[in-house]
């Protein structure tokens, strides 16, 4: 009994942590993917980059007149 017990909480662990690691890797994947689609609109010329990412809300309004 106490084998077969054992047995299934090893294959209910590993089942959740294979599940886990497919959902995280999804996670980023998605992340990567929206970064790089609103990177990828980014009018980048001279200056207009850097006072954007000082000014911090520029990035945002930026985003959504380029996009």
């Known amino acids: 009994?106490?084998?077969?017990?054992?047995?299934?909480?090893?294959?209910?662990?590993?089942?959740?942590?294979?599940l886990k690691s497919i959902i995280?890797?999804?996670?980023?994947?998605?992340i990567n993917f929206y970064s790089i689609s609103t990177l990828s609109?980014?009018?980048l010329k001279g200056g207009e980059a850097d006072a954007d990412v000082v000014d911090g809300y520029a990035v945002v309004t930026g985003l959504a007149a380029a996009c």
């Open 1 to 18: 009994m106490a084998v077969s017990i054992s047995l299934q909480t090893f294959l209910f662990y590993t089942y959740f942590s294979i």
């Open 24 to 30: 995280v890797f999804l996670l980023l994947t998605f």
């Open 41 to 43: 609109c980014i009018p």
